[in-house]
């Protein structure tokens, strides 16, 4: 199993990333046997990989990353870095490879402290592998701070150091940063293979795995989470009702709270065991006594830890809010299609009756703007408002149509 295999219908990325990877091994082993370099290489320090949910980002960038590390006997006979089996490749997938540090936003920016220690790291040599990797996972979520450190790290890298960043598009990075970069732009993959990869990865049945592939409309994470979580199910039944719900003013608050509660309950289960194994693990590192006490002057330390787990919880609270929203907007653009007879795919054909019926007892117009308040629901979660006031005049709105 090469690595590129979770990389579903980005055949172009993957061609480049391969012969980048070929040309990365290239130069490492020039430099080991004191030869003459490559004349024109395809790798380069600092590469941005963008594209839309689901695309895959974080899957090549990672798989990149695990191609620079190959240490596969076969790339002596000619194969191509990337083998997947070996300890190299392996480590960086599973994200315990030393040389490669995944950084990724705690609460809803990634602030200097967090970058602080990997922009530090990221001019030393490898420790073991052949290249020293930083993978930045939410790259737009730099604040003016961090993008600093990391413009400097990538305007002067190290000889053996490649950063490797993950964003929506061009525009969510400073200019200064994306400019000294290689971009690469994924595509959503196709529904069908999406499904495919299901079946064959995860032995997904493939009636489920095209029903999830469709409702996610290729969303490689969220369709296999849809498959295999019963909670992630019954959410999403939950949100499909939504439209039927917001008939009157009680409706709308009643249902507003409901999807802020069931977001805040989701995010806690997430946290809990997480912040908990956390928690133990630093106490026994700083030496806590029985019965929980713990030495003088740690007390900072936990406090900082607390911080971390209450950004992390609140930043898990709005992407489970998000990844709702974008499942109502999914409602409302297959109530668009019916209207406008459009042949494109519905993404909700199990609750088909319900969007004829509501396609029926509305207009076009006044279904864009049920889609226009869900996108200035998102816009304010993201600008800090209150999630149960930015909801609340989201279904509002849905209501006045």
């Excluded at 990989?49 to 990353?65: I, K, L, Q, Y």
């Excluded at 297959?334 to 004829?356: F, H, P, Y």
């Amino acid at each position: 199993m090469a690595v590129w295999d979770d990389l579903v219908g980005q055949e172009r990325v993957i061609a480049t990333l391969d012969a980048a990877a070929r040309d990365a091994d290239a130069l490492v082993t020039a430099a080991a046997t004191d030869t003459p370099p490559p004349p024109a290489s395809k790798m380069t320090h600092a590469w941005l990989f963008t594209g839309p949910p689901g695309a895959g980002r974080v899957t090549a960038a990672r798989a990149f990353a695990a191609a620079l590390q190959c240490v596969s006997p076969d790339r002596a006979l000619g194969g191509s870095p990337g083998c997947g089996f070996c300890d190299g490749c392996h480590t960086a997938l599973l994200g315990t490879h030393a040389d490669v540090s995944a950084v990724a936003a705690v609460g809803t920016q990634i602030l200097a402290e967090d970058m602080r220690d990997t922009v530090r790291k990221s001019y030393t040599s490898p420790a073991g592998g052949r290249w020293q990797v930083i993978l930045v996972e939410d790259a737009e979520r730099l604040n003016e701070k961090s993008a600093n450190a990391v413009l400097k790290a990538v305007e002067e890298p190290a000889p053996r150091t490649v950063w490797l960043l993950c964003a929506p598009s061009v525009e969510d990075v400073l200019p200064t940063i994306r400019s000294r970069c290689r971009l690469l732009t994924l595509a959503s993959p196709a529904v069908g293979a999406v499904a495919d990869m299901l079946v064959r990865r995860d032995g997904i049945e493939p009636d489920v795995a095209a029903n999830v592939a469709r409702a996610t409309q290729g969303h490689i994470d969220r369709a296999r989470r849809l498959a295999t979580d019963p909670r992630a199910r019954e959410r999403r039944a939950a949100v499909l009702k939504i439209p039927l719900r917001v008939e009157d003013i009680g409706g709308c608050l009643k249902a507003a709270q409901e999807l802020v509660d069931a977001a805040a309950e989701d995010s806690k289960q997430l946290a809990e065991e997480v912040d908990t194994k956390e928690t133990e693990e630093l106490k026994a590192a700083l030496g806590a006594q029985a019965g929980g006490r713990m030495p003088r002057g740690t007390a900072g330390v936990m406090k900082d830890l607390e911080d971390k787990q209450k950004r992390r919880r609140t930043r898990s609270q709005r992407d489970s809010l998000d990844l709702a929203l974008t499942e109502l907007t999914g409602v409302y653009r297959d109530v668009l299609a019916l209207q406008l007879g459009s042949r494109v795919a519905l993404a909700n054909v199990e609750i088909q009756d319900t969007l004829e019926r509501i396609a029926r007892g509305s207009s076009p117009e006044s279904t864009l703007r049920r889609i226009e308040a869900i996108g200035a629901c998102r816009t304010a979660l993201d600008r800090n408002v209150a999630p149960l006031l930015a909801v609340e005049a989201m279904t509002v709105a849905l209501r006045a149509g």
